[in-house]
Every structure is written in C-alpha cells, then in structure tokens.
C-alpha cells in the first residue's frame, strides 16, 4: 500500500494548532466561569447587560467606560474584561503556527511560500495591533 | 419581552440554540456561521455588531476543531489554502472595516439580502466528487498546488491538480469581503469555488475550506475585537455550543438522510435572512 507522507509544515502546524485550540478553549471556560460566578466582579454587573447589548459597540463602550486596546490593560480585573484573554489568543494562534512554518519553507528553499506566510502574519498583526480604527 | 428573561437564562438559551445549529450545519453540509448570523440578527436582542464579531469567532472555533484533523490526514491542503488565505484576509479585514463604519440598518438589509442569496445558490449549486482537470495552470504548477490523498471509502490514491488559480483569487477577495463584512463564515462560497471553479476533489475542497477559516476568521474577528465588539455572555456559550453540536452531528451523519436536512438549513437560512431583512427594514 502506497505510504503518503505529510510534509513537515503540516505536520507542526496541526500539532500547534491543536495544542493552542485546547489552551485557548480551556482557558475560555475557566474564565467564563470566573466571569457569571461572580467570582470576579464584572465592569457591567451581569444583570444589568440586557440594557447594554443592544448597543453598538461604539455607544456601548462609551456608556459602560470600557476602553479598548493597551489603554484597556488596566481593565483587566474585571472579570468581563478578562474574557478578552482568551479569545484573543485563539485568534492569535494561526499567527504562531504560520511563524512556526516560516523556518520550514526557508530551509526547503520554498521562498515562494515562506513570504506568503510573512505576508500573512504581517496582515494578521496588523489586523490584531489596532492601527485601523474604523 | 426578551427584557423580562433573566440574565442566567441566556447561556442556556444561546447554548441550546446553537447546540442545534451545530448538529443541523454538518448534517447540511455548511460551516455553521452562516445560520448563526441571521438567526441571531432575526430573533435575539443582541447588536449586529457583538453578533458578527461572534458569527466570527464561532467560525473560528470550529474550524480549529477540525483543522489539526483534517491537515494530518491530508485532507486540507496547507499550500491550496495558504494563497488564498492571504488574499481572503485582506479581503475580511476591509470588509470588516466597512461593515462597521456603514449604518447598521444598511448592513441588516444587506446582510438578510445575502443569506437569501446564499440559500438560493446552495439550493441550485452542484458538486463534483472529482473533478476533471487535464492541465494544471501556470500559476499553481508554479505555487506547486497539488496534492495526493488517500480516499478511505475505496483505499485509492486519488492526485489531484487545479487551474484557474488567478480567476478563484480573485473571487476570493469578494468571499473575503462578505466573509468579514457580515461576520459569516466562507464555507457556502470556498466550497463551490476549490471545487467546481479549480477543480479540487470535494473532500479536499471542504477540508481546505474548513482550516481556511482558521486563518480568514480571526482577521476579520481583530478588527471587532479592536472595536470592543466582545460580548462573553453571547460568545462562550455559542462557541461552546457550536463546537459540541458539531460533534454530535458529525457522528449521526453516517445514519441520517442530509438530502432532507440540507433543506432544512436552506429553509432556516431562508426564514432568518428574510427576518433580518425585515428587521433592517424597520418592520
């Protein structure tokens, strides 16, 4: 029977993806957790959100006082805010499995490859680093 | 009277809804964003902006589900999808940019015009097992799109090569933009295009289109994350809920006849779109 093999780059980057999809996932439970326990408190007390949700995102963190980005570190202890967390981090995972295969394509002499996946962290960074305010 | 229903009754609400929209989405054959967006925009209070950056997020959950899978069996073809993933992204992130600087009641109507439109292409959208491509582009022998898998039903190994590479990046733009414009995933529209526009087996065409998602999400999904268009009580049960609704839909597939259930999704797409439209609307 023919053996197929799997070329190195899919191959570390499912097993990155993996891993980070299950840190990503537990930490998303845990801290949602953490957030309708009222274990932490929230910035917007759970049952006051239904007066909220129907904003948009614009008025919303205007009436709550919630900021956004590096100035909204400082929120981070509040429980709500916390959330951020982890859905940041599996939006981030894709930027680290693609640096992961960078090296890869680079010594197989795949640059057509390797600065696709430059490009596409570069895009991916820049989507993340907030420069594009809307 | 949504007012009335006390916080702690909506994880519940939420995961049970899309609990179901899980099971129904991979009997029917789509991503699953596609039905959370407008049943969400149609029926729930919360803003479409909170909802789309969900839609996305949900998107993304599923795809990083299925993804590690899919690439080590070969299914989903890391160099197909790399280009077009590029490309997609770009296409995400302005379409996020203008669905969140354009009026929301403009893109309600636009969005609920182009869930009806999707049901309607997936209503008439054929699909081809393996597709015949007698000569590969010069753009993908050039990126080196190809691919062998082994098709586990007959123990065949099945090469495959594609063409028209420039024409479905192009449409990839377009998906890329709709994609992070409404917060829907692509599936409906990567599908078709991997398979009937370049010529990739079906199996390999929904493979590459599921982890596609893992790369064009979360490029749009930064830009409502940026926004501040968060809302825990609304993502972590659907994301949760979608997930394991997948899962059990995943496993009933073998026994349960998708022609119908397809039709199902169709209707359910076409009953949430047309609310949405009517909602944006002002009815």
């Known amino acids: ?134 | 009277m949504l007012e009335i229903i006390p916080w702690w009754n909506w994880p519940i609400i939420l995961f049970g809804v899309t609990f179901a929209i899980g099971i129904v989405a991979v009997l029917g054959g789509v991503g699953g964003g596609v039905i959370f967006v407008p049943v969400m925009i149609g029926f729930f209070p919360f803003h479409l902006d909170f909802v789309r950056s969900a839609g996305l997020l949900v998107a993304l959950a599923s795809s990083l589900s299925a993804s590690p899978i899919l690439l080590k069996k070969h299914l989903a073809h890391l160099k197909l999808a790399m280009p077009m993933a590029l490309i997609a992204s770009i296409g995400a992130i302005f379409g996020a940019i203008l669905g969140l600087a354009l009026p929301a009641d403009i893109v309600q109507i636009s969005l609920g015009v182009t869930i009806l439109v999707i049901a309607a292409i997936m209503l008439k959208a054929k699909k081809s097992e393996y597709p015949e491509v007698k000569k590969a582009d010069t753009l993908s022998t050039m990126l080196g799109i190809r691919g062998t898998y082994r098709e586990e039903s007959t123990n065949e190994v099945i090469n495959w090569q594609v063409h028209k590479t420039p024409q479905a990046m192009v449409t990839f733009v377009i998906i890329g933009l709709v994609a992070g414009m409404f917060g829907l995933g692509a599936g409906w529209a990567t599908v078709p295009v991997l398979n009937l526009m370049m010529g990739v087996p079906l199996k390999i065409a929904v493979s590459t289109s599921s982890f596609l998602l893992s790369i064009t999400a979360p490029s749009a999904a930064w830009i409502y994350i940026n926004r501040g268009a968060v809302l825990p009580i609304l993502i972590v049960p659907s994301v949760i809920g979608m997930m394991l609704g997948a899962r059990i839909g995943a496993k009933l597939l073998p026994r349960i006849r998708t022609k119908a259930i397809r039709y199902i999704v169709i209707g359910v797409m076409l009953f949430s779109g047309a609310r949405a439209l009517l909602k944006g609307l002002g009815f």
Request: proline share 4%.
């Open chain 1, 1 to 134: 029977m023919q053996e197929l093999k799997l070329p190195e780059e899919s191959l570390i980057y499912a097993r990155l993806l993996n891993a980070g999809r299950a840190i990503g996932l537990v930490a998303l439970i845990i801290i949602f957790v953490i957030y309708i326990a009222g274990i932490i408190p929230p910035r917007v007390p759970l049952n006051e959100l239904s007066n909220y949700w129907g904003l948009s995102a614009k008025d919303y963190l205007t009436k709550t006082g919630i900021h956004t980005g590096w100035s909204g570190i400082g929120m981070l202890r509040y429980s709500d805010i916390l959330n951020f967390l982890p859905i940041a981090f599996l939006s981030g995972i894709t930027i680290i499995c693609y640096l992961s295969i960078i090296p890869i394509f680079f010594r197989k002499k795949d640059r057509i490859y390797a600065w696709i996946a430059i490009l596409e962290v570069l895009v991916l960074v820049f989507a993340a680093s907030g420069i594009l305010k809307v």
